[in-house]
């Protein structure tokens, strides 16, 4: 796996994250779009989008990956997904 | 006496033994379809037929019989859980296998041969002491023993301190046994068939028919066939199907990777478990021993060996048995596991009337094949989930009230 930090490096140097999902309102949402964000997956097979740590560095990043070819096919850092800054009270 | 042979081939008193009556057309309509021929499914389909009396029901598979994780898991049958809940069910279950052989009239070559779960910590031995203790109160044999009775139960393993991980104790399950796991399957379906139930291998599910919320028909490659009951039971492919049906599983699909030895003279009676080495092992009738380990490090709908896993398992093998550094590695294969977060099942009621969930047995399916059949069974003939499913039901996740057996599973962590 190509590590956005670090170039490529054995994949078990890397930890897996979980899928890429949008974080509900935690003030507002119900307890079935709480544990809906917490506890359910997508699980597709096919194309994820996915959170994963090199774990020497401790660098978190987004792969794109297919879950039935068993092939990475992009990483880059979280800072394109993710542009505003979120402060939490 | 090779004529004498084919005299009694041919003679009609002795005919052949036809377990599943050849390959029939879909009807258009069932009382029941069961989504998934695994063991769960045959199993659901066998008592559905001879304690309820519902025969109208055909089994759908896209492969082939008992193809898919009932042939790739190791065997491994016990009780000897965390929770309340997962103790009370998996023993009932282990209640059923033992009388399985002669209810189904197939030899499931049920062995009991008792099952270690080794504690190289001194946490792992207090969560030991928990299991042990929560298991005796539920009328299930367990004990914590030390390596006096551990070296008499198993005198091959290496309980010596020049080890990286010394074994301190172990959790010692009596009936804990291992089973042909195939004939787990073929034993239910042959059972099912004698009643009526129909099954239609290679025939792939594409689609859930709903109306009003309820579950009406389903769209197979074969066309579509109205049903007044589903229960899905596709371990590795359930979020898949459920998304078909409309509704997200808290599931991810893991690997989870096995392999054999070459046979050896019989040395291993008991099953050893480590769950701080994630490894596990026992010796088949045939003399090969079965290993595995704990699940891959991501998800994956495939089912490739790796040589990742080899090596970490082997490291881990001969630290307990040392003198298995020449043996060679015979087969390798791997299953899709559906891992849930609290390593607990989801049985039982959906988002969809009428439509039933066998789901998330992750790497604890086989174990629990009789059990799920006949409650399952249950819940189909009285459209009521039995209470002891209803700790596994996939609304604890939104009332956050799951059922934690992390500390229980073998190595799948």
């Known amino acids: 796996m190509t590590c956005p930090l670090n170039g490529p490096r054995n994949i078990s140097e890397f930890v897996y994250g979980g899928e890429v999902v949008t974080m509900p309102d935690p003030a507002r949402s119900t307890d079935a779009e709480w544990a809906d964000y917490v506890f359910l997956e997508e699980n597709p097979a096919g194309v994820v989008r996915e959170w994963w740590c090199h774990a020497p560095t401790s660098f978190w990043f987004i792969a794109e990956r297919d879950t039935v070819r068993d092939e990475i096919l992009r990483t880059y850092p979280a800072g394109e997904v993710f542009k505003d800054r979120i402060d939490f009270p | ?413």
Not at chain 2, 354 to 371: E, I, Q, R, S
Request: with cysteine.
């Open chain 2, 1 to 413: 006496m090779p004529f004498g042979l084919i005299k009694y081939g041919f003679n009609k008193e002795y005919p052949a033994r036809v377990d599943l009556p050849p390959a029939c057309d879909l009807k258009d309509s069932y009382d029941v379809v069961i989504v998934g021929g695994g063991g769960h499914g045959c199993a659901a389909a066998y008592y559905l037929a001879t304690e309820h009396g519902i025969t109208d029901v055909a089994v759908l598979d896209k492969g082939y019989l008992g193809g898919g994780n009932t042939a790739r898991n190791t065997a491994i049958i016990r009780a000897n859980y965390l929770t309340p809940d997962g103790v009370n069910f998996y023993a009932e279950s282990v209640g059923l296998y033992k009388e399985l052989s002669n209810a189904l009239d197939y030899n499931i070559m049920y062995s009991e041969r008792g099952h270690l779960t080794l504690a190289h910590t001194d946490s792992a031995v207090r969560t030991m002491r928990w299991r042990a203790e929560v298991n005796k109160h539920l009328g299930v044999e367990s004990e914590l023993i030390f390596a006096d009775e551990i070296a008499r139960l198993c005198p091959t393993l290496d309980l010596s301190d020049d080890v990286r991980f010394p074994v301190l104790a172990a959790l010692y399950h009596p009936p804990g046994s291992i089973a042909r796991h195939d004939a787990v399957a073929w034993g239910y379906a042959a059972g099912a068939a004698r009643h009526g139930v129909e099954f239609h291998q290679k025939t792939e599910v594409t689609g859930i028919v709903k109306e009003a919320g309820r579950v009406v028909a389903v769209e197979t490659e074969r066309g579509t066939v109205k049903c007044g009951q589903v229960i899905q039971a596709v371990a590795g492919s359930s979020s898949l199907v459920a998304r078909m049906a409309g509704f997200k599983l808290p599931i991810r699909t893991i690997p989870l990777q096995a392999c054999v030895s070459q046979p050896l003279k019989p040395f291993l009676d008991p099953i050893i478990v480590s769950g701080s080495l994630h490894a596990y092992v026992s010796q088949s009738a045939r003399g090969e021993l079965v290993m595995g380990g704990s699940t891959d490090p991501y998800p994956l709908y495939g089912t490739r060996s790796s040589l990742d896993f080899k090596e970490g398992l082997m490291a881990h093998m001969l630290e307990l048995f040392p003198f298995l550094g020449e043996v060679k590695v015979l087969r390798q294969w791997a299953g899709m596991a559906d891992m849930t977060p609290d390593f607990s099942p989801v049985m039982g009621e959906t988002p969809v009337e009428n439509y039933w969930l066998d789901a998330g047995w992750g790497t604890w399916g086989f174990k629990a094949t009789p059990v799920c059949g006949k409650r399952m069974a249950e819940t189909v003939a009285t459209g009521r989930v039995p209470d002891i499913l209803q700790p596994f039901r996939l609304s604890r996740f939104e009332e956050f009230d799951q059922v934690g057996e992390k500390g229980a599973a073998s190595v799948g962590h």
